[in-house]
Nanobody, 120 residues
Framework: QVQLVESGGGLVQAGGSLRLSCAAS????????MGWYRQAPGKQRELVAG???????NYADSVKGRFTISRDNAKNTVYLQMNSLKPEDTAVYYC??????????????WGQGTQVTVFS
C-alpha cells in the first residue's frame, strides 16, 4: 500500500507565497510521474503542474511563471512553490503520483488534499 501525505496549505494574502509538499511512503519500487491538481468549489479538478522522474515539467497556463514544481527522488517527495498567489488560486490542492510497487504493478495514488485560500 502507498500513502501520499500533503502539507503546506493555508491562508495567504494575494501576492504572497506558499510551498506545498507531498511525501509518498509504503511499498514503493519506483515513482514515475508526480503532479499537483486543484479543485475549486463548483469546478472540475484540473492539473496545475506535473513532473516526470527525469525532471521534465509542465504547467497549466494559469500558473506559468508563478508556480514551480520540483521533486526529491531520494525522499519520494514532490513540492509546489507558489508565488504571486491570486484569489483565483483558491482551491483544494491534491498530490498525485504514479507508483510502481514491489510486485511491479503501477497505480495512480492521490493525497487527501490541502486547502489553499488566497484573500485580497
Amino acid at each position: 500500500q502507498v500513502q501520499l501525505v500533503e502539507s503546506g496549505g493555508g491562508l495567504v494574502q494575494a501576492g504572497g507565497s506558499l510551498r506545498l509538499s507531498c511525501a509518498a511512503s509504503g511499498t514503493i519500487f519506483s515513482i514515475n510521474g508526480m503532479g499537483w491538481y486543484r479543485q475549486a468549489p463548483g469546478k472540475q479538478r484540473e492539473l496545475v503542474a506535473g513532473i516526470t522522474s527525469g525532471g521534465s515539467t509542465n504547467y497549466a497556463d494559469s500558473v506559468k511563471g508563478r508556480f514551480t514544481i520540483s521533486r526529491d527522488n531520494a525522499k519520494n517527495t514532490v513540492y509546489l512553490q507558489m508565488n504571486s498567489l491570486k484569489p483565483e488560486d483558491t482551491a483544494v490542492y491534491y498530490c498525485n503520483a504514479e507508483v510502481t510497487g514491489l510486485v511491479r504493478r503501477t497505480y495512480d495514488y492521490w493525497g487527501q488534499g490541502t486547502q489553499v485560500t488566497v484573500f485580497s
